[in-house]
């Protein structure tokens, strides 16, 4: 098997810290001279972690493909296939759910927008998200390059399985092409250690780049919005997660925290689901014990439908939006904005602030006021980090769950 740099999550940690430290120290003390600061901020600190997530995007497509191509060209069964979309989708769905409503329930008890009365002012422009009918119709590429060129992961995963396919039941005329296929996935996994072992010093540069720009005085924006929803993707990935993880596999939850460090770092580095699958392919494959055919599939689909983290933000920002206005959502909208959550997630791009996008469709649903969205963008930095760390431990788990399910999870590999 391919080996990880040693220490990589230590020094990852390291380069975290050390970013922090000195992006915060750019930032407060005021002896720096600015153009200084400018130039740390743009040559260092922007360029580098830049770079670093460039490297990240430039593998996800010949990953994603031949991982997928690889696994289902090697199936016997194509019955299996069919059963792993099903539980996939079933599991994605619904944990988003559960994630949505958790954030109801405890923003209608703690009411975090009662008694709140902002000063920020409305965004200039209203981002423009995408409908359900544009996701739906994006899953059939008419242009294969182009979805490729545009990174459209649902595109890629369905032209995927669709080459895989024929690849399996040609493979006797082929003279067994699929195993070229087999083998240029080891070598793309070779590639993503290569990238990743660059780990500290491009979170260092992610983490520099955002204090320096930042500081840390968002916490004085909306404080009761930002605790109940920092607690509730806590609640979320530690108890959700570990009653389905226990419910359906019997692991142990522990192992499954202490794998996904690294892949969470990178989360909350990167802000983008996306830019992380190489590193929750490669965690869920070589740490987890998930077997290629089913995480080639679930992780890539899941970095772009499933978003738990996402929905939670957007079941907050709905109830701390309308207490803030004095209007009273019914129960019957309550259920609605679940399933509003529901389906926007899966429309929600995998990068940097694409939940603050489609919450205003939400938004707009109930006719709340979309200026108050200045309110949430304004504190949307460091809670996009946290919730991407959440969406991505979401595709982990339920990769596990739905390998485990089909006996494709190897157990001593878990728990090594
Ligand atoms: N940044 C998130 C992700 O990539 C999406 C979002 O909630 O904005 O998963």
């Known amino acids: 098997m391919i080996e990880t740099p040693v220490n990589l999550t230590r020094n990852i940690l390291l380069g975290m810290l ?20 400018e130039f740390f901020a743009i040559y260092l600190f922007s360029l580098g972690g830049s770079i670093f997530i460039n490297l990240l995007k430039m ?47 405890v923003g209608s008890i703690f009411q975090p927008g009662a008694g709140y009365s902002s000063e ?23 242009n294969i390059i182009e979805a490729m060129a545009q990174n459209q992961m649902l595109a890629v995963v369905f032209f995927s399985i669709l080459f895989g396919i024929a690849l399996n039941k040609t493979n006797h005329l082929t003279n067994n092409f699929s195993s ?59 108890f959700t997660y570990s009653i389905l993880l226990k419910m359906f596999t019997k692991l142990n939850v522990i192992t499954f925290y ?13 802000s983008s689901s996306a830019a992380t699958i190489p590193v929750t ?29 996402t929905a939670i933000m957007q079941g907050m920002a709905t109830v701390f939006i ?24 899966i429309g929600t791009a995998a990068v940097p602030s694409a939940g603050t996008i489609t919450l205003v469709i939400i938004l707009q649903q109930f006719g709340l006021p979309l200026e108050a969205i200045g309110i949430i963008l304004a504190v949307d930095r460091i809670l996009d980090m946290i919730r991407t760390s959440v969406n991505v431990t979401g595709d982990a788990a339920v990769a596990c769950i739905v390998a485990n399910s089909e006996n494709l999870l190897d157990k001593s590999t878990f728990n090594k």
């Open 18 to 37: 050390l970013g922090f430290i000195i992006g915060a120290s750019f930032y407060y003390l005021e002896f720096i001279p600015k153009s200084v600061e």
């Open 59 to 105: 593998l996800i497509i010949p990953l994603v493909f031949f991982s997928l191509v690889s696994g289902i060209s090697s199936l016997t069964s194509m019955k299996s296939l069919g059963n792993i979309t099903l539980k996939t989708i079933g599991l994605y769905l619904s944990t988003t759910a559960v994630a949505v409503s958790l954030s109801l329930i």
């Open 120 to 142: 920020v002012a409305p965004p200039e422009k209203l981002p423009e998200g995408q409908g359900i009918y544009e996701t739906v119709l994006g899953i059939f590429p008419s």
């Open 180 to 238: 070229a296929f087999e083998r240029l996935n080891i070598v793309f996994m070779q590639l993503v250690i290569i990238v990743i072992s660059y780990a500290p010093i491009g979170v260092f540069c992610l983490i520099g780049k955002f204090v320096i720009s930042d500081g840390l005085d968002i916490f004085q924006e909306a404080f009761k919005y930002v605790i109940l929803l920092i607690i509730v993707l806590l609640i979320h990935v530690f």
């Open 258 to 270: 202490k794998k996904m460090k690294e892949v969470a770092i990178f989360a909350f580095s990167t």
């Open 281 to 309: 392919l490669k965690t869920v494959q070589n740490d987890l014990g998930v077997n290629k055919n089913v995480s080639s599939f679930v992780i890539p689909v899941g970095a772009t439908i499933n978003m738990d983290g």
């Open 322 to 345: 309308a207490q803030m206005s004095g209007i009273d959502l019914t129960l019957i909208q309550y259920v609605q904005v679940v399933i509003l959550a529901v389906v926007t997630s």
